[in-house]
């Protein structure tokens, strides 16, 4: 439950969705650009919601460890798959684009200017110019609306 | 310097934004930049406040872009330079306002430590903003933050970048 004190016509079910639409504007044109990376399937789902979820690990963050977006579910990822994120550095359970791409994100949460011409290089030899833009603009929203859910304490969706 | 990691598209413009690389994604640089107008110029918090978290951030991550830009419509609003040069380490014992120093305690927590804001950090929030301005402030550091990081991520800017004014970002876009 959000410490910020909510309206009583804040009566949206999901968490996240109560606190942000206190700003029904912001909020909208946010949830236009986000679905974008999903619906226009600019990147493979799987590997989308695998950097998602594992940002969202590396910071803590309840709201979008607890939900799964459905393009990925319907492309195959699995529940075991996921709980295999932790460990993804020492587990089989991930290809080399999946590598390449949990690696740059963990950089990017981290510290963006850490991140290394090879590190680069190996998402952009698997994803292509503007496979990385997109890939990128993605792990922009996962970081930054981790952290929204984090600050203003917003918790996992039921 | 990073180098430069993507090719920016072929183009003529002279428009930094259509010249870059995001330009390799137009139904998500449209998309963005509506996000991004809606929040500078259909917000509830004043834009000086956003400037004031914009440019801390900026100068957290060592975005040389972000640091250079100042904003037309935040500068109307009384953010001088003479604030600006106080957006530093240090800033608590500055002369900025309470309500400033609440700004940027916010964003400092928010990229350093985004869990652990504590309460006193909320009462002050709440002392100096309503409930939906804090939503803004949150989703406004959010975006700063992440793209901060896409300019550093994707390289190719120089080391340091005058410092310039800019229009404020407004949806629709105004040629």
């Known amino acids: ?158 | 310097m990073i180098a430069a990691r993507v090719k920016a598209p072929a183009t003529r413009s002279a428009d930094p934004i259509q010249a870059s690389p995001l330009a390799l994604q137009p139904e998500l640089l449209q998309a963005f930049l509506r996000l991004y107008g809606t929040l500078w110029s259909h917000g509830e918090l004043d834009q000086a406040s956003k400037e004031l978290a914009r440019i801390r951030n900026a100068r957290t991550i060592d975005c040389p872009i972000c640091k250079a830009i100042r904003f037309k419509g935040a500068r109307e609003e009384g953010l001088t330079e003479d604030i600006v040069d106080q957006i530093r380490d240090g800033y608590q014992a500055s002369d900025l306002s309470a309500r400033q120093k609440t700004v940027l305690r916010y964003v400092d927590a928010f990229l350093a430590s985004p869990g652990e804001i504590g309460e006193d950090l909320r009462r002050e929030l709440l002392a100096h903003f309503t409930p939906s301005q804090v939503v803004e402030l949150t989703a406004a550091v959010a975006l700063f933050m992440g793209f901060s990081k896409i300019a550093v991520a994707l390289g190719g800017l120089p080391d340091a970048i005058p410092v310039h004014e800019q229009p404020t970002p407004a949806w629709p876009v105004t040629p």
């Open chain 1, 1 to 158: 439950m959000s410490w910020l004190p909510l309206p009583a016509t804040a009566t949206a079910r999901d968490p996240f969705d109560r606190v942000f639409a206190l700003r029904p504007n912001l909020f909208e044109a946010w949830r236009d650009f986000s679905a974008l990376f999903w619906t226009r399937r600019l990147l493979d789902p799987v590997v989308l919601e695998l950097c998602r979820l594992r940002v969202a690990q590396l910071l803590g963050a309840r709201h979008p460890q607890s939900v799964r977006t459905p393009e990925a579910q319907a492309a195959g990822l699995s529940e075991s798959r996921i709980a295999a994120l932790t460990s993804w550095w020492t587990s089989d359970a991930f290809g080399e684009t999946e590598r390449a791409c949990l690696r740059f994100a963990e950089q990017f949460v981290l510290d963006a200017k850490g991140i290394t011409d090879a590190d680069a290089a190996a998402v952009v030899g698997a994803l292509g110019d503007a496979g990385t833009v997109a890939f990128v603009e993605a792990l922009a929203i996962f970081d930054g609306f981790s952290r929204f859910c984090c600050s203003l304490d917003v918790g996992a969706s039921r």
